[in-house]
């Protein structure tokens, strides 16, 4: 049997009609520019040219076991992306597989891990998304040099070509193929507590306590295996509380909700043996090849089977241990070892619904299991709390799982430096792969036999810049085997500096949480990455210098973040591009267009704002979660002088209503944008929507020596004007930091707003 279905849904833009034309050698018009798709000279392939862009198709083949395609790959031509790899950025020399897998204690140079995504890009302007969800792999010209192979074992080889003048274009016409991530809820942008695992209601309880009595802002707790089980193994399918550990969940999760923070429970698509749904589970489970019932047998959470998450009967059998849960208040769902972690060949799924008219082994659909389960979670969740936006933290998934509401952990990794370094290289390519909320167990999640409190810091420092801080790691307690330690998770457990250090670096996070929420509405409207690769962020500047500056990134538009990744460090070596930065811990400025080395101490990592940004800013001196800020309050925004071009976005609505953005009564949205002429500094801010009647304080601060700096001569009096009218602002001193502030105030109704500083 042929074998050349096309299961995947990967894609929801509808085809072209031209690129069927195209293949008859007419010409086409890309961005007002002629390209034509052509045959190579030998017949053994085609090319796709545009003006100073050419893609060469080489030929397809099939080995009887794999099909796929050859690419021409120019030695000069850097390619970036496919998902979830602790390896260096740039693929060329790799060979990646594709297919997700987990891998224990990970750390440097493991190449296969939990989420594969088959969409890929190169610095010769192309995208390429290979829309096939089997088990496979890309070959970066590691086997035949100067040779990209695609190779997959099932399915319909289904390419797609995204030319693109950079990657911020290339990845934001795949966004529009694959789908963008839906609005978060504002909670997913705050602190988690979270660990493996708690097992019991007391032993929760007791741990948010203290995390409250030492001041720590929250917004949930994660609650792993333990809730439906007193042991890690042979637990998984009761789904339904021990009440011998838990026995008042539901006074449990009010009590957490009336301190604001959300309860998250974990579930598995695996039904084990001897538990409570195991029999009633077997209708819906794959089968093996003769349609029984498969058995997993070398399973290490037990014998039992998977759930046939393909077939609709089976996901709507399996939602409704979910809504028994949302009535008790759970407000969101991990979902884990969703790889499937074991799912051996001779399993067998009915994609009957997919298209398929004969059933699928375990290779054909692998990829697909994750993104059909987050899938089935968003579709049931959105019709049953039409009200509330969905998180779902899960580890895998497949190219369009963003469409779903997921937000992916990189895995089981190691609590080590190395484990700790991985993580940089693959947050930013599971970003370039399309999947925006990727994050880390901060900390580490691997047990180990040693408490590193300086790794503890900085990797909780690193997490802060990224799209969901969420510390999280192995804690047994009488579990603990033979040879490791209860290593806490929550900074509370920790040392008195330590626990410091977490404090300052947690309450910097929520102060930033206006700028994050923009960013991710930036995700949701225009497709952009929340972590942007330095090569993403900026791709003209020095390529060869931004090529190498790999162990740093752009955090959204205009903060510049280089973790401290070496035990004992005094000093970090990064690259600033050219313009003008802003050392976010205490405003000294620096010149770009070179390399730095910045010392850092242990109370901070370098980061860098770059001049001409706008950054809104949660200016509050106490805070407990993310529903202490109000979309009405007085709103910081901090500008810092420089040259830019870009535009800055500030997005508001009240972090609960999906699709707020698209209902004009329901968020606020401001495009700002400065300019710099003959030391004149412009401030203009367009209102793109405002509602009815809104009214709201701007807080506007500029640092005073950066603006003296840029305006000429201190002894020069500074004109400030707001909107037309000259103002008298306010000079404040920022406590903690070497400079000061003017503060204008202003009220926003939904007018345009112009500031301008002149000598």
């Not at 224990?104 to 891990?113: H, I, K, R, T, V």
């Not at 195991?278 to 998977?306: M, N, R």
Request: hydrophobic share 35%; proline share 7%.
């Amino acid at each position: 049997m042929p074998r050349t279905e096309q299961v995947s849904n990967a894609v929801i833009l509808k085809s072209d009609p031209q690129a069927a034309s195209a293949m008859k050698g007419e010409k086409l018009v890309f961005n007002g520019k002629d390209f034509a798709i052509e045959p190579l000279e030998d017949n053994q392939g085609i090319q796709i040219v545009i003006p100073d862009k050419t893609l060469s198709i080489l030929n397809g083949f099939d080995s009887g076991h794999v099909r796929g395609v050859k690419i021409a790959m120019p030695e000069n031509i850097s390619w970036y992306g496919g998902g979830e790899r602790a390896l260096p950025l740039i693929r060329n020399g790799q060979r990646i597989p594709l297919y997700n897998a987990p891998a224990y204690g990970y750390g440097e140079g493991q190449d296969q891990l939990n989420y594969s995504v088959p969409f890929i890009f190169s610095t010769s302007g192309f995208g390429i998304f290979f829309d096939n969800p089997s088990k496979g792999y890309l070959d970066f010209g590691k086997t035949l040099p100067d040779i990209l192979e695609a190779g997959f074992e099932s399915g319909r080889l289904d390419l797609y070509i995204i030319p693109g003048e950079n990657p911020e274009t290339i990845l934001g016409k795949y966004a529009l193929l694959t789908g963008k991530q839906p609005l978060p809820p504002r909670w997913a942008l705050g602190n988690f507590v979270s660990r493996f695992g708690y097992q019991s209601q007391q032993q929760a309880e007791t741990v948010v306590q203290k995390m409250k009595a030492d001041g720590f802002p929250m917004d949930a707790i994660i609650i792993d295996l333990f809730w439906f089980g007193e042991t890690i193994q042979y637990t998984l399918g009761n789904l339904d509380w021990n009440k011998k550990k838990w026995p008042e969940p539901e006074k449990m999760i009010a009590g957490f909700a009336k301190d604001n923070i959300k309860t998250i429970l974990i579930t598995e698509p695996f039904f084990l043996e001897n538990t409570n749904q195991y029999k009633a589970s077997h209708p819906f489970l794959a089968t093996d090849s003769l349609g029984k019932p498969f058995v997993l047998t070398d399973f290490y959470f037990g014998k039992g089977g998977i759930i046939d998450i393909f077939q609709k009967p089976a996901r709507d059998w399996f939602w409704q241990f979910y809504r028994k849960q949302n009535k008790l208040g759970v407000a969101g769902w991990w979902g884990d070892l969703g790889e499937p972690e074991n799912h051996p060949q001779g399993v067998y799924h009915n994609l009957s619904d997919y298209g398929s008219q004969r059933k699928m082994s375990a290779n054909e659909v692998h990829n697909m299991y994750g993104h059909v389960w987050s899938q089935m979670v968003y579709e049931n969740w959105k019709k049953d709390q039409p009200d509330k936006r969905l998180f779902f933290l899960n580890r895998a998934g497949f190219a369009g799982s963003q469409r779903f509401s997921i937000f992916p952990w990189t895995g089981d990794v190691g609590r080590s430096w190395s484990g700790f370094r991985a993580q940089i290289p693959l947050l930013q390519s599971m970003s370039m792969s399309g999947v925006p909320y990727i994050h880390s167990d901060a900390g580490g999640f691997a047990m180990t036999d040693t408490a590193d409190a300086e790794l503890y810091t900085r990797w909780l420092q690193f997490a802060a810049y990224t799209p969901v801080f969420r510390p999280h790691g192995s804690a047994l307690d009488s579990l603990t085997p033979d040879g490791t330690i209860s290593l806490p998770s929550e900074p509370a457990l920790w040392d008195a500096q330590t626990k410091a250090h977490a404090l300052q670096t947690i309450q910097e996070r929520y102060r930033l949480l206006p700028y994050n929420y923009s960013l991710a509405w930036e995700q949701t409207h225009f497709g952009k990455p929340l972590i942007r690769p330095m090569v993403y962020a900026w791709p003209e500047d020095e390529p060869e210098e931004i090529a190498k500056a790999t162990e740093q990134y752009m955090w959204g538009p205009s903060l510049l973040v280089a973790p401290v990744t070496e035990r004992g460090a005094t000093t970090k070596r990064l690259y600033l591009p050219a313009g003008s930065w802003f050392r976010y811990n205490n405003l000294r400025k620096e010149t770009g267009s070179q390399w730095i080395e910045e010392p850092t101490t242990a109370d901070h990592i370098p980061v860098f704002i770059k001049g001409g940004s706008f950054l809104p800013y949660w200016d509050k001196e106490t805070m407990q979660s993310t529903q202490d800020y109000n979309w009405n309050d007085t709103l910081t925004i901090r500008y810092f002088p420089g040259n830019s071009d870009k535009t800055f976005y500030i997005y508001d609505d009240d972090g609960v209503t999906p699709d707020a953005d698209k209902e004009k009564e329901k968020h606020q949205l401001m495009s700002w944008k400065s300019s710099i002429q003959q030391r004149n500094f412009t401030l203009k801010g367009t209102v793109e929507n405002w509602p009815s009647g809104q009214k709201r304080i701007f807080k506007f601060q500029l640092p005073v020596n950066g603006m003296e700096l840029g305006l000429g001569k201190k002894t020069t009096p500074i004109v400030f004007t707001l909107n037309g009218k000259e103002i008298t602002p306010i000079k404040v001193q920022d406590p903690g930091k070497e400079d000061s502030w003017w503060v204008i105030y202003c009220e926003a109704t939904g007018d345009p707003i112009e500031i301008t500083i002149r000598k």
